[in-house]
């Protein structure tokens, strides 16, 4: 079986399910790139959790986790298979790192999984199962998360982080069309640079050493997964590929990575 990348995914504004822009053409492109997984593990940023649980629903919900918009987005539904099985064995692999992990048989699918995956795989074919983050923990427990999961990579299956490279809603409604945030682009540029470099301690340490961090993430929450995606590569060489797909709304980097690890 070929060994999978891991990847991390800005899934931007719920949308995007109906609005794919550059990243929905990205994302197919992406897919056709990789070798067909046989599941899929998302932590994604709309599910918290004071310690790890992982999803074991059979069949996942699609969850409308959002509210105020367009009656069009409600009715939409990714009805991928659960994979109860791999979410014990996840379980089990975190537990062995030393991070027990509680089994949700209800938890359903989030924006930041489903959406993104209508354009990875619009079959909805894929089993699919969630991984929530911890905020409070930071970026070195979250890549732990991650690390805990890579010898999953070499079963088939494919390791994701959903959230958005940049991710301030303060920023709503403040650009217009063709203008962008200050801090969006020295912020992805440093990101870009630190992956490529490998620098862990710089990218744990992003909060301080990052230009605009503040600005460019007032809560950690959609940047965590990329450390979930970056420890899934089980080494200190990351592989890092960026994949370019836009600034949305003025203020939401839309950039995709794909980590092959020393591959």
Do not use: C, K
Request: aromatic share 8%; net charge neutral; hydrophobic share 45%.
């Amino acid at each position: 079986m070929p060994l999978m990348p891991s990847l991390y995914l800005s899934h931007g504004s719920p949308m995007t399910a109906l609005q794919p822009g550059a990243v929905g053409a990205r994302l197919a492109e992406l897919a056709a790139a990789l070798p067909r997984p046989r599941a899929i593990v998302v932590a994604s940023a709309h599910w918290l959790a004071p310690a790890p649980r992982v999803s074991a629903a059979p069949v996942p919900e699609t969850l409308h986790d959002f509210t105020g918009f367009p009656d069009a987005l409600y009715r939409l539904h990714y009805p991928a298979p659960g994979a109860p099985a791999l979410a014990e064995e996840v379980a089990a692999h975190l537990a062995a790192a030393g991070l027990p992990a509680t089994l949700d048989p209800q938890r359903g699918l989030d924006h930041g999984a489903w959406v993104p995956l209508r354009y990875l795989y619009p079959r909805a074919d894929v089993p699919v199962l969630q991984l929530s983050i911890q905020p409070r923990l930071g970026p070195v427990h979250q890549f732990a998360l991650g690390r805990a999961l890579a010898p999953l990579r070499a079963r088939g299956v494919l390791v994701i982080g959903s959230g958005s490279l940049t991710h301030n809603l303060h920023e709503q409604r403040g650009y217009p069309p063709g203008a962008e945030a200050p801090y969006v682009r020295p912020f992805t540029g440093w990101v870009e640079a630190r992956l490529a470099a490998d620098d862990l301690p710089a990218l744990f340490d992003y909060r301080r050493q990052a230009p605009f961090a503040a600005q460019a993430h007032p809560t950690d929450e959609h940047l965590l997964p990329l450390y979930v995606a970056m420890g899934a590569v089980g080494s200190e060489r990351l592989g890092a590929r960026r994949i370019e797909a836009g600034i949305e709304l003025g203020f939401l980097a839309m950039d995709l990575y794909r980590f092959d690890g020393a591959a």
